[in-house]
């Protein structure tokens, strides 16, 4: 069994009036050791929203509604670090005591924008120190060696663990959270659009980190962002996410060269490729806006932009299939 | 595409650009008569723009690109230099009715449309401010006219559907449309755009690239494209200046610079683009650290601490741009 096995999860938001929105619907996928999975679709699809509902960490009009989360873990059953906890748990059924052994101990994430969330009158190595000695349970020492530890990894030299967040560059900070989230030496980090407002060169920087963790920790990574290029750049695995459903599920050879989803087609076209023979003059650009959770169609999440749709597609919602073993597609158009 | 620019008709020139902010000594520095120190943000920039070009300016954070674009629209004093904008020198225009009359051809477009937009104003108020300030309108039938037309300039249709909203009820990439409808309204010459989609879905993105692209084709607008990411750029502009800290390192034609770049630190961002198939991964030509602080600048060819192909001769000798084909400069001591 995969490192972490989400089956179904589907998570709803509950508005004043007490109307479930479906934010996340029947999405499943599996991550195995050392590998990446790449959570792909425009803001609002509910990439997040999985993230939230398979930590446990929703807001408080968050619910799960259904789905499981499966943890195989990977160390010694009785090991003393993790209390002794069985191999395999779903982490939605355990209690929030329990829950805490897993999340940022096991599984960490770094949110989006979390480089502009350092305390700004704390120094860098102290906030990071933090997580170690609460989780740990270890004294300021052991915790200031786990810190230079740490630093280096994600390339920081240590005389910086003494400075403060402002003198520090955005891609710094970025290093700074991540190196955060390995505090507990996890063997899942999920990072929330860790590039975005960064640029080429310091995106290109932290990529190489993301690479270089994976290959010396084993690391296995969730990269949930918009931008396809950081996706084909480190993924193995692709998660096309449209309306809080599964678009299509591949591995990123297939996604990038064999897509058979038409959101999927769509964005490949709207991504911007310097190396393609002939530069298009103008970008394919998807006509419309991803569908708001409170006015989501009746069939179809995509149909309202679709360019090849048919009648059914207005009223029944394609069920995800296999069209080759490993190849995943919603779409009542792709039929084998 | 390349007809519509009219080579001959210079619309923006800039010369010798330099632009200094004074660093601060502190009560000590100032007592102890400490040297007054300086950041460097544009040190010696110069550069032409035909008539209905898009000049795309392409750099790292810390390159001097968006201070030369706010020295081109007087918004920031230059140290030395000249800017001349259809034959009339933009610092030398101290007052303030002429400023205002420059500044009518001339309108910027900033990266963030969440934070650029006055979250207690409609759409109409927001687009219609400029004719106010400008006194460009006699009558309310006029102003309703003319922001509706930049609204539908910009591509938000029906115009008349957009007027009582409010930004917050508006989708990222609507948002960026208003704020180009503002500066449209006013019927520019020079549209400066600011990293306009960085902030943007990818989905979005060509679309207001696109209607940047419109604007020239239709309206002979010249466009100055500022952005980090080369690859935006090679879509929609004419020709491509890459900047590092303060100076033009390399430009030309884009399609030459892309296809043939010669500077090593355009070489370099040329690599890390990321390319949209894992089967044409390549070898990221990374490089280490960050811009140096552009106070204490590294003697010599100013990238020669972070370039691979750095030689001794680097470190002494300050590169000038050259000419290395047609309209193809590069400022770099090993080409």
Known sequence: MALLEVRNLSVDYLTDDGTALHAVEDVSFSLEQARSLGLVGESGCGKTTTMLGMLRLLPAEGRIVSGEVRYRSLQNAHSPRLGGVPREVDLLRLSEREMRKYRWNRIAIVFQGAMNALNPVRRVGDQIAEPIMLHGAVDRTTASERVVELLELVGITPEMARQYPHQYSGGMRQRAMTAMALACSPDILIADEPTTALDVMIQAQILDLFQHLQEQLGLSIILVTHDLGVVAEICDDVLVMYGGRTAEYASVDTIYNEPLHPYTQRLMEAFPDIDSPALKTSLASIPGYPPPLDALPAGCRFEPRCYCKSDICAVESPPLLAVKPGHYVACHQVRD | ?335
Do not use: W
């Not at chain 2, 001959?8 to 010369?15: A, G, T, W």
């Not at chain 2, 303030?96 to 207690?120: A, C, K, V, W």
């Not at chain 2, 935006?232 to 430009?251: C, K, P, Q, S």
């Not at chain 2, 198939?277 to 140096?292: D, F, S, V």
């Open chain 2, 1 to 335: 595409m390349e007809q519509k620019v009219r080579r001959d008709e210079i619309i923006l020139q800039v010369s010798n650009l330099r632009t200094l902010f004074p660093v601060s000594r502190g009560v000590v520095g100032t007592l102890l008569f400490n040297p007054r120190r300086h950041v460097h943000a544009v040190d010696g920039v110069s550069f032409s723009v035909a008539k209905g070009e898009i000049l795309g300016l392409v750099g790292e954070s810390g390159s001097g690109k968006t201070t030369t674009a706010l020295n081109v629209l007087g918004l920031v004093e230059p140290t030395e230099g000249e800017i001349l904008f259809n034959d009339q020198s933009v610092p030398a225009l101290t007052h303030s009715r002429e400023r205002l009359g420059l500044r009518r051809q001339m309108q910027i477009i900033f990266q963030d449309p969440y934070e650029s937009l006055n979250p207690r104003q409609t759409v109409f108020a927001t687009v219609a401010e400029p004719l106010e300030v400008h006194r460009l309108v006699k009558s309310r039938e006029e102003k309703v006219e003319r922001v509706k037309a930049a609204l539908n300039a910009a591509g938000l249709k029906p115009p008349e559907t957009f007027f009582d909203r409010y930004p917050q009820e508006l989708s990222g990439g609507q948002r960026q449309r208003v704020v180009i409808a503002g500066a449209l309204v006013l019927n520019p010459q020079l549209l400066v755009a600011d990293e306009p989609v960085s902030m943007l879905d990818v989905s979005i993105r060509a679309d207001i690239l696109n209607l940047l692209h419109q604007l020239r084709e239709e309206r002979g607008i010249t466009i100055l494209y500022i952005t980090h990411d080369l690859a935006t750029a090679a879509y929609f502009t004419d020709r491509v200046a890459v900047m590092y800290l303060g100076r033009i390192v390399e430009i030309g034609p884009t399609k030459t610079v892309l296809s043939d770049p010669r500077h090593p630190y355009t070489q370099a961002l040329l690599s890390v683009i990321p390319v949209p198939n894992p089967r044409r991964r390549r070898k990221r030509m990374i490089l280490t650290g960050e811009i140096p602080n552009p106070i204490d600048l590294p003697s010599g060819c100013r990238f020669h601490p972070r370039c691979p192909a750095a030689s001794d001769q680097c470190s002494q000798t300050e590169p000038q741009l050259q000419s290395v084909g047609a309209n193809h400069r590069v400022a770099c001591l090993s080409v």
